[in-house]
């Protein structure tokens, strides 16, 4: 069974910085490409940024562009979004989605639970 879970959360003030970690587990698991989404309260589910693991390469939406960092940490294993200069308009809840091939199972999306950011002006 393949579990996302991400950590990373909590609650900053204006112009401060937070990395969020996304930790993949399973059984055989390859990760092919990560994503962060998040959703602010009474919005839909936004798309932030993605990082294709085979090819290194990083895309991300227009409205967090310079501010917002995806990258792999080898060393905890994790895929990072490291959010910086934040306002109170990035507060949301921040998913991890990946696309993974684990063991005697088709490549499919999955979701974490989700992480809480809440900003304070």
């Known amino acids: 069974q393949v579990q996302l879970v991400e950590s990373g959360g909590g609650s900053v003030q204006a112009g401060e910085s937070l990395i969020l970690s996304c930790a993949v587990s399973?059984?055989?698991?390859?990760?092919?490409?990560m994503f962060w989404y998040r959703q602010a309260p009474g919005e839909r589910r936004e798309f932030i940024a993605s990082?294709?693991?085979?090819?290194?390469?990083?895309n991300y939406a227009d409205s967090v562009k310079g501010r917002f960092t995806i990258s792999r940490d080898n060393a905890k294993n994790t895929v990072d979004l490291r959010v910086d200069s934040l306002e109170p308009e990035d507060t949301a809840v921040y998913y991890c989605?990946?696309?993974?091939?684990?063991?005697?199972?088709?490549?499919?999306?999955?979701w974490g639970q989700g992480t809480q950011v809440t900003v304070a002006s």
């Open positions: 990082l294709n693991l085979g090819a290194g390469t990083a």
């Open positions: 989605n990946a696309y993974v091939q684990a063991a005697g199972v088709q490549p499919r999306y999955y």
């Open positions: 399973g059984n055989s698991v390859s990760v092919f490409v």
